[in-house]
């Protein structure tokens, strides 16, 4: 009698720490599922900007060139954003071969040459909220005798946002304004 | 509360960069429209081995106000130094290291913390002010980041010595004439120099 009984208990035991152990494991899976869930949201509110290069054009007159983009900045973190500064990195081999890169401010001025950008230039600073995208034309307003007599070897823009994080976009063919007018979607 | 000077590594873009610069010639300049009046120290320097610095010295004459970082310190294996170190941010990064002597030099250093800031010349538009007083030149402001205090004990002491030796004994007898004997040497040149 007294044997069943320990047998009974004992079977008991075992039932009920299977069931505890099922629970727990139940318990790590449901835990580290909400974990993943909570890092995925974590780094959607990271802060991101993502500049895409829709259009880009440089005009040349006596004293400067005049470069012009047309930049759609998307921010596809939960958090609100904004574009802080907007450089154009030109890079270039001087008189002496010597290679250099120089980071050229977006001009705020709108260039009465580009009449086609008036309505939407892109004007420094630009909030862009969560999951949204902002476009504007930017320009970059460089003097021939900054470049004179070097070879430019390539283009880079760089946005900045509000918490110091860099973007880059690398305009590979730039139009000469003149030229593309007629073909300018505007 | 004080602040402690501590060791520190700070990164450069080449070997170039990691040696201080010459400076081969000295001036002071007080505009009125530029720091309220107050004369500002140019240094000229050997950009020989610097074409980045130099370069950036010509294209900023082009654009807009830059970026600059600076900070004071002492470079490993240079005692009786002060280094200046100017970390450009903008229109382009590069690093430059400026060395002074704190008896021969450290009335540019004092004269840079007065006025709070420096201009920069390359020699190659000349290694005197007066041959070319319209070369390009970069002026950098300098904040006061803790330095002066350090500096003033660091200066006084050698300074001031140099300062009486090199005094006329007249111009020596016409200072505790005019009853200014409670005044340092380099009390004076501060005074002239705000």
Request: charged content about 20%; overall charge neutral.
């Amino acid at each position: 009698m007294h044997d069943n009984l320990f047998a009974l208990a004992e079977i008991a035991t075992a039932v009920a720490a299977w069931q505890a152990l099922m629970l727990s494991s139940l318990g790590l899976i449901v835990s580290s599922k909400a974990l993943r869930v909570t890092e995925q949201q974590e780094k959607r509110r990271k802060p991101r900007l993502v500049p895409n290069l829709l259009d880009g054009y440089v005009r040349h007159d006596a004293h400067c060139r005049v470069y012009v983009f047309l930049l759609s900045v998307s921010n596809p973190a939960d958090s609100d954003n904004a574009v802080a500064a907007l450089d154009l990195r030109s890079t270039y081999s001087t008189k002496s071969n010597f290679q250099m890169t120089i980071k050229i401010p977006s001009h705020t001025e709108f260039d009465k040459a580009f009449q086609c950008t008036a309505d939407n230039p892109f004007a420094i600073p630009v909030s862009v909220h969560a999951h949204q995208t902002v476009p504007g034309w930017a320009f970059f307003r460089v003097k021939q005798a900054l470049l004179d007599g070097a070879i430019v070897e390539g283009h880079t823009i760089a946005l900045l946002d509000s918490h110091g994080i860099e973007s880059q976009v690398e305009p590979i063919m730039i139009r000469e304004y003149g030229d593309a007018t007629e073909t300018t979607p505007c | 509360m004080r602040p402690k000077p501590r060791r520190v590594k700070f990164p450069i873009h080449n070997l170039r960069e990691a040696h201080p610069l010459r400076i081969v010639g000295d001036a002071l300049i007080a505009t009125r429209n530029v720091g309220g009046g107050r004369p500002i120290p140019l240094v000229i320097l050997d950009t020989t081995d610097r074409p980045d610095l130099e370069e950036l010295i010509r294209v900023h004459q082009y654009l807009p106000a830059g970026d600059i970082d600076c900070g004071w310190g002492e470079l490993e294996g240079s005692k009786g130094m002060v280094a200046l170190i100017l970390t450009f941010k903008r229109p382009s990064e590069l690093i430059a290291i400026l060395e002074f002597d704190i008896v021969k030099q450290g009335v540019i250093v004092d004269q840079i913390l007065t006025a709070r800031g420096l201009y920069i010349q390359s020699v190659r538009d000349g290694d005197r002010y007066i041959k070319n007083p319209d070369a390009p030149r970069i002026l950098a402001e300098i904040p006061d980041t803790g330095f002066h205090e350090f500096w003033n004990r660091l200066f006084h002491c050698p300074a001031c010595g140099r300062l009486w030796r090199t005094w006329s004994p007249g111009f020596q007898k016409l200072h505790q004439g005019a009853g200014l004997q409670h005044l340092m040497p380099i009390d004076h040149q501060r005074k002239f120099a705000a």
